[in-house]
């Protein structure tokens, strides 16, 4: 439904590369693809125009005005031209650049142009916008606002769409959901939620003596796994209370006491291993 995937990888994962075939720019070796319904290498136009798409680029026509820019591309998703030129000007007031959208792009900062490419993108109202490194450039305040414009984008006005990134905490910041690309295969893919989810259990952090503490569990018939001061547990009765007693009798410091999960971090790193 309506929401955020990122689409994680790093350079040269084939990131940029599953988006052309997404777009139909390029032939797939093999499988199956279908988007919005259609296999896009034969869909043509009848497909792109319900897309949306911002390349990683910013080689944009430096002469024309950004009003212009989008207006035109509207158009070439089959928008009348009065209502391109309406959708332009409200593509680029929504995006911040309402004040400038009658400078030429070759004139903005690599933060407006990446604007302008957004505001290109979802001038004609698509099903699916396609972000292509939208953060590519920008400086810490400028990605912040970018990230924030396109989870407003994103939950507001019903649009899907697909945010490329070797980012990992901008995903986990904006998606509601994330696949993972490695070596131009898809290996993970889920919702955070489902991908946070790891093995059923608890986690204890000490702050010192996580050996005693871990052998006076495994003493009373529990599973533990040590790694330096954390300790994991699998998820069995009792538990809760054997840890506070057991803390209690060492007389140690209870740093954290939680379920068990894994962040994005964790399952990325796992699939590049």
Not at 50 to 56: A, D, K, L, Q, V
Not at 155 to 183: N, Y
Not at 204 to 221: F, N
Request: glycine share 12%.
């Amino acid at each position: 439904g309506p929401g955020i995937t990122g689409l994680l990888g790093s350079n040269g994962a084939g990131k940029t590369t599953f988006i052309a075939l997404a777009l139909g720019l390029r032939l797939r070796d093999g499988g199956e693809l279908r988007v919005l319904g259609h296999d896009p290498a034969v869909a043509g136009i009848r497909m792109r125009v319900r897309i949306g798409y911002s390349p990683e680029h910013h080689d944009l026509p430096s002469e024309l005005a950004a009003t212009d820019l989008v207006r035109h591309l509207a158009e070439m998703h089959l928008l009348p031209r009065r209502a391109a030129v309406h959708r332009a000007n409200d593509a680029l007031w929504l995006v911040g650049l309402g004040e400038e959208r009658f400078r030429p792009v070759g004139t903005m900062s690599t933060g407006q142009r990446q604007r302008v490419k957004l505001a290109s993108a979802i001038a004609h109202d698509p099903e699916l916008v396609l972000l292509d490194e939208p953060t590519d450039g920008l400086d810490p305040v400028q990605r912040t606002e970018m990230l924030a414009l396109i989870r407003r984008i994103g939950t507001e006005f019903g649009m899907h769409i697909v945010v490329s990134s070797h980012h990992l905490e901008e995903v986990e910041r904006i998606c509601d959901a994330v696949m993972i690309v490695e070596g131009g295969e898809v290996v993970h893919a889920g919702t955070l939620a489902d991908v946070r989810r790891g093995p059923e259990g608890l986690v204890v952090e000490v702050d010192d003596r996580a050996d005693e503490l871990a052998a006076l569990l495994i003493e009373s018939g529990y599973e533990v796994t040590v790694d330096g001061a954390v300790l994991l547990l699998g998820a069995v009765d009792g538990i809760h209370d054997a840890v506070r007693d057991a803390v209690a009798d060492l007389g140690i410091g209870l740093r954290r006491l939680g379920p068990r999960g894994r962040t994005l971090e964790d399952v990325y790193l796992g699939v590049g291993e």
